[in-house]
T-cell receptor
């Protein structure tokens, strides 16, 4: 799996858009970008994923650059409940046989009132 | 409702004792995973299983053991050989077969916090 780089921490004001960047310069053509978040002392929660087109769901939007070497997760109207550690990972959707899924240190996002 | 259940949520162990963490899922997922998380760090893979009766070591398997006798269950045993077992342990599962509806999404349990006294 390709390695990702994220800033260790970010702050955002409540009600504003939170933009979380992720670099994945060694991403392969068949690897997807996934985002998860983890609220303190809970299991991680899936947010969104994409291959090369921008994606949007009820939680967030994912913007992937044309060269696919970086992406941005956007929480359009951040609330205090969005305070969490956000993980960006890249991997293939599915491969035969053994597959490891590796989470890095993520970005600790703090939403301020 | 479908999901993953980990138990116990909190566990205390004396040094030299083995302890087993339970992970059960009713999502009919083939693949299951165990991760370890230490304060301020990301998740590190301990063991994973793609199918019943088969499992593979992850990056930090030393001092741990698993079994996969049933599709829905993937217990993790933390043995006395694990030098620093105090951590937050997370179990996850996902669909094991590619298909139109397979997002590849990982479903996580709520975790088990193990403290060695």
């Amino acid at each position: 799996d390709a390695k990702t780089t994220q800033p260790p921490s970010m702050d955002c004001a409540e009600g504003r858009a939170a933009n979380l960047p992720c670099n994945h310069s060694t991403i392969s053509g068949n690897e997807y970008v996934y985002w998860y978040r983890q609220i303190h002392s809970q299991g991680p929660q899936y947010i969104i994923h994409g291959l090369k087109n921008n994606e949007t769901n009820e939680m967030a939007s994912l913007i992937i650059t044309e060269d696919r070497k970086s992406s941005t997760l956007i929480l359009p109207h951040a609330t205090l409940r969005d305070t969490a550690v956000y993980y960006c990972i890249v991997r293939v959707l599915y491969i035969q046989g053994a597959q490891k899924l590796v989470f890095g240190q993520g970005t600790r996002l703090t939403i301020n009132p | 409702d479908g999901g993953i259940t980990q138990s116990p949520k909190y566990l205390f162990r004396k040094e030299g004792q083995n302890v087993t963490l339970s992970c059960e899922q009713n999502l009919n997922h083939d693949a299951m995973y165990w991760y370890r998380q230490d304060p301020g760090q990301g998740l590190r893979l301990i063991y994973y299983s793609q199918i019943v009766n088969d499992f593979q070591k992850g990056d930090i398997a030393e001092g741990y053991s698993v079994s996969r006798e049933k599709k829905e269950s993937f217990p993790l045993t933390v043995t006395s050989a694990q030098k620093n077992p105090t951590a937050f342990y997370l179990c996850a599962s996902r669909v094991g077969v590619a298909g139109e509806l397979n997002t590849g999404e990982l479903f996580f349990g709520e975790g088990s916090r193990l403290t060695v006294l």
